[in-house]
């Protein structure tokens, strides 16, 4: 008997699966897509600039900074050995004047902020020094004149101790105030990346209070630091033209 003939199986489909495009091909002719993508490279392009700036303008306060910080603390280190005498008094708000100082110590010191694994940029500059004579005030007052005087010493860091007379209910009536003739003064020199400037504030330089002042990262140089030397030294100083207060 003849063979049956095998069963053969259907032929396969001979057309492809159809092939995704690419990601970034634009579909022809979309007018749409073609703004977006300007749009978004424009906006790329704005935040690398950016980007760019900021930095050009972190490494220019930050050397600013440097140079102020290896001033101060090479003049600290001189003033520190030569103790010179500080010629202005110190009027403590018409009760007594500070005079007769000498420069005792002073101390420069310096933040950096760390931005990456090799990079670091100085982010503030501090000095701190005391001026000192060889005597001691004292000084009484009755209530409320003596509240005053109280708080007036705590808020320019005078060192006092009171001695203070109560009536029978317990309250102060008079106090008698002994400090030491010695100022504790300082300054603040720090970046607002914000504006582009910096930022130096002041405290019992010159004389007690505080003074803020604003100026370029470009206006520290060899000049303005002299000149900020002088004026905490008690001499004449051209500061206030170099540099713009604000307080």
Known sequence: APTPAAKTAPAAATSAAPVA???????????????LKQQA???LEGEEQKTSQQSDQLKRTSDALQRAFLYLNELAR???????PYEKAYSF???????????????????????STEERFYDQVTMRYRLVAPKQFRVTR??????????????HNVAFTADEEKNDRARVERATFTFPCEIKAG???????ASGEL???????????????????????SE???????????????????FRRIS
């Open 21 to 35: 495009p690419a990601a970034d091909a634009p579909a022809p002719g979309s007018s749409l897509l073609a703004s």
């Open 41 to 43: 490279l424009a906006k």
């Open 78 to 84: 001189q003033l520190n050995v030569l103790k010179p």
């Open 93 to 115: 708000f018409g009760v007594v004047d500070f005079d007769g100082m000498n420069w005792e110590e002073g101390r420069a010191d310096y933040r950096v902020q760390q931005v």
């Open 142 to 155: 009755d209530n409320p004149a003596q509240e005053k005087l109280r708080k007036a010493l705590f808020d």
């Open 187 to 193: 300054l603040l020199l720090v970046g607002d990346l």
């Open 199 to 221: 930022v130096l504030k002041t405290r019992n330089i010159e004389r007690f209070g505080t003074m803020e002042f604003r100026m370029t990262p470009d206006a520290i140089s």
């Open 224 to 242: 303005s630091l002299d000149e900020l030397a002088l004026l905490i030294l008690g001499k004449p100083s051209r500061l206030a033209q170099l």
